[in-house]
């Protein structure tokens, strides 16, 4: 498993973010998630990895959110990938909604890209026309699914 000496923690104005050592490649993977400390309901420190389960994700709890991420973190593989080439010294960021169904502490989105989503709280909050742009886990499609299949139980017969 690629380990994560090529990231460091930068803090700024009391703003944390996560910054790699070296350049890579789209597609390339950067680092596994940690899997060490999984828990049943999210945090700030924790990623959401199957429908039930959050890990605590040590050092990758400084990745900012972006609507425009350069990097994915597949719940599947249990893998940090470069979504685009990356350059030495970038700030890394993934889209939270990829992987977080409903966040614990939703936040507003000021990263100023041509489709940010504004508000950051969970998959579940966006609209399936803004989520088809993005990586998704398969929790994620999951979630979407059953929610959709319950709409259409809701809505009225002709």
């Known amino acids: 498993m690629v380990s994560m000496?090529?990231?460091?923690?930068?803090?700024?104005?009391?703003?944390?973010?996560?910054?790699?050592?070296?350049?890579?490649?789209?597609?390339?993977?950067?680092?596994?998630i940690p899997r060490e400390k999984v828990v049943d309901k999210?945090?700030?420190?924790?990623?959401?990895?199957?429908r039930t389960e959050h890990t605590d994700v040590g050092k990758l709890a400084a990745l900012n959110h972006s609507c425009d991420p350069n990097v994915i973190l597949d719940t599947a593989k249990m893998q940090m990938v470069a979504r685009r080439d990356i350059e030495k010294g970038e700030e890394l960021s993934f889209f939270y909604p990829s992987t977080e169904w409903e966040m614990d502490a939703p936040f507003i989105c000021l990263c100023g890209s041509a489709?940010?989503?504004?508000?950051?709280?969970?998959?579940?909050?966006?609209?399936?026309?803004?989520?088809?742009?993005?990586?998704?886990?398969?929790?994620?499609?999951e979630e979407m699914i059953d929610l959709l299949n319950a709409t259409k139980k809701n809505l009225p017969t002709k």
């Open 5 to 32: 000496e090529t990231l460091v923690i930068k803090t700024e104005n009391k703003f944390r973010s996560l910054v790699t050592k070296q350049q890579y490649k789209q597609g390339e993977v950067i680092c596994g």
């Open 42 to 50: 999210p945090n700030r420190f924790t990623v959401q990895i199957d």
């Open 115 to 141: 489709n940010c989503i504004h508000v950051v709280a969970g998959a579940r909050f966006l609209p399936l026309s803004t989520l088809e742009h993005h990586f998704l886990n398969k929790h994620i499609r």
